[in-house]
Nanobody
Framework: QVQLLESGGGLVQAGGSLRLSCTVS????????MGWFRQAPGKEREFVAA????????DYAVSVKDRFTISRDSAKNTVYLQMNRLKPEDTADYYC??????????????????WGQGTQVTVSS
């Protein structure tokens, strides 16, 4: 089992920044790749960013590319999502998730076996 706990959400003005954190506990580490998703009110949960190789290769949704950065601190068992130049359309609940390294796809929520409880991000215009 893997437990995920997000933090760092909040209210920010458009153009501002936030950093989300996801602390991983339980059966951690090398057998899982981490990703971030978000879900706005009335919408489907959508892919935001993910690690896709053990070497640290990353992938981003087009809507956040060049504004958001996924990173990790293995010593702290923590994954981060740095969000810059935030827009009102980034408003959503943000979730971190873990998928098996043997799963070769990563952009579908069905690819992920473990989820955090989410943290809310609100961007005001």
């Amino acid at each position: 089992q893997v437990q995920l706990l997000e933090s760092g959400g909040g209210l920010v003005q458009a153009g501002g920044s936030l950093r989300l954190s996801c602390t991983v506990s339980g059966r951690t580490s090398s057998n899982y790749y981490m990703g971030w998703f978000r879900q706005a009110p009335g919408k489907e949960r959508e892919f935001v960013a993910a690690f896709i190789t053990t070497g640290g290769t990353t992938d981003y949704a087009v809507s956040v590319k060049d504004r958001f950065t996924i990173s990790r601190d293995s010593a702290k068992n923590t994954v981060y999502l740095q969000m810059n130049r935030l827009k009102p359309e980034d408003t959503a609940d943000y979730y971190c998730a873990a998928r098996s390294i043997y799963n070769l796809t990563w952009r579908r929520k069905e690819d992920y076996a473990y989820w955090g409880q989410g943290t809310q991000v609100t961007v005001s215009s």
